[in-house]
C-alpha cells in the first residue's frame, strides 16, 4: 500500500509530460502507471478546492483531506500509528516528521523526486480526467466557508460587505445556474473523522491480506496436485507387451531349441 504526501509532491519541479497535474489527475496517473497494482492513498493538507474535484476519479485510489484543524503530516502520522501492518506500507514524502515516523513504525520510505520520477517514465503523459470527475461549482458549504474565514481571521460580515464576494456569487450562479441550494442541519453531511480514514485504512489493508492468502493457497493446491499424480505402474505397460512381437522369428527358432528344458 502507498500513502502520498500529497502537496509535497506536487509542489516539486514536474517534467513535461506531468505538467498541470493536481490532486484529481495525481490519483488517475496513479491507476494507468506502474503503480497501478497496488491501492494508495493520497493525503492532502486542509479542504478540498473549489475547482478540483473532492473525491478520487478511480476506485483503487483514495484521495483524503486533512482539514482545517490538522496537517496532511499529522493524518498521514495517524495513518501509520493506526496501521495493524506497517511493514507493507510505502510512505512517499521528503517530510522528515513523517519519515521519523515511518522508520520508527518500520515502513518504507521512498522520496517524492524518485515516485514522480517512476510516474513520468511508465505513464508518458496526464491522462484527461473523466466526465465523472468535474470540478463540482456547487456552492461551497457553509461550514467549509466558516473555517476559511477563521483560517483568515475574519467575520461573515467582512464577506458580505466584500463587493468582489458579490460579483463571485453571481459569476457562480451564472456558470452553474441549476446549483441547488446547500443543505442545512440535519440533511448536510458531515465531514469523515480522523476515526472513519483509519478505519477504512484498516478495512484495505484486511483485504489485502485475505487476497495474499488466498493466491498463495491456490499456488500450494495446485502444486500438491502436480505432486499427487500417480504414475502407472510399470507391470501395467508390461503385460500389454506382445511377447511375439518383442523377438524376431529367428529368434524364437533359435530359443525353442533350449526351452522348455528337457525334463520339464
Not at 64 to 77: E, F, P, V, W
Not at 102 to 112: F, I, M, N, Y
Not at 125 to 139: E, N, Q, T, V, W
Not at 227 to 238: E, M
Request: glycine fraction near 4%; proline fraction near 9%.
Amino acid at each position: 500500500m502507498l500513502i502520498i504526501d500529497a502537496y509535497n509532491v506536487l509542489h516539486l519541479p514536474m517534467p513535461q509530460s506531468l505538467a498541470g497535474l493536481d490532486e484529481a489527475r495525481l490519483c488517475l496517473a496513479m491507476s494507468r502507471s506502474a503503480y497501478r497494482e497496488r491501492s494508495a492513498t493520497v493525503v492532502c493538507d486542509g479542504r478540498p478546492k473549489p475547482h478540483i474535484p473532492s473525491t478520487s476519479p478511480v476506485p483503487s485510489v483514495q484521495l483524503l483531506y486533512s482539514g482545517l484543524s490538522n496537517s496532511a503530516d499529522d493524518l498521514i502520522i495517524s495513518l501509520l500509528d493506526a496501521s495493524t501492518s506497517p511493514r507493507k506500507i510505502t510512505v512517499v514524502t521528503n517530510d522528515r516528521a513523517i519519515k521519523r515516523a515511518a522508520k520508527r513504525r518500520k515502513a518504507q520510505l521512498l522520496s517524492s523526486e524518485s515516485f514522480i520520477t517512476r510516474l513520468a517514465s511508465t505513464l508518458g503523459s496526464i491522462p484527461p480526467l473523466p466526465k465523472s470527475a468535474k470540478p463540482d461549482l456547487s456552492p461551497v458549504p457553509e461550514d467549509q466557508v466558516r473555517g476559511w474565514l477563521e483560517e483568515f481571521g475574519l467575520t461573515v460580515e467582512d464577506l458580505q460587505n466584500d463587493p468582489l464576494y458579490a460579483e463571485l456569487q453571481s459569476l457562480s450562479h451564472a456558470i452553474n445556474p441549476e446549483a441547488r441550494p446547500e443543505p442545512t442541519g440535519s440533511q448536510q453531511a458531515s465531514p469523515a473523522s480522523n476515526e472513519d480514514i483509519i478505519q477504512k485504512l484498516r478495512a484495505t489493508e484486511k483485504a489485502e491480506t485475505k487476497a495474499k492468502r488466498r493466491q498463495k493457497k491456490n499456488k500450494t493446491n495446485t502444486k500438491n496436485h502436480k505432486n499427487n499424480r500417480i504414475t502407472p505402474p510399470l507391470s501395467k505397460h508390461v503385460n500389454r507387451l506382445d511377447p511375439d512381437k518383442l523377438l524376431s522369428s529367428d529368434l524364437r527358432e533359435e530359443l525353442s531349441k533350449y526351452w522348455p528344458p528337457p525334463g520339464l
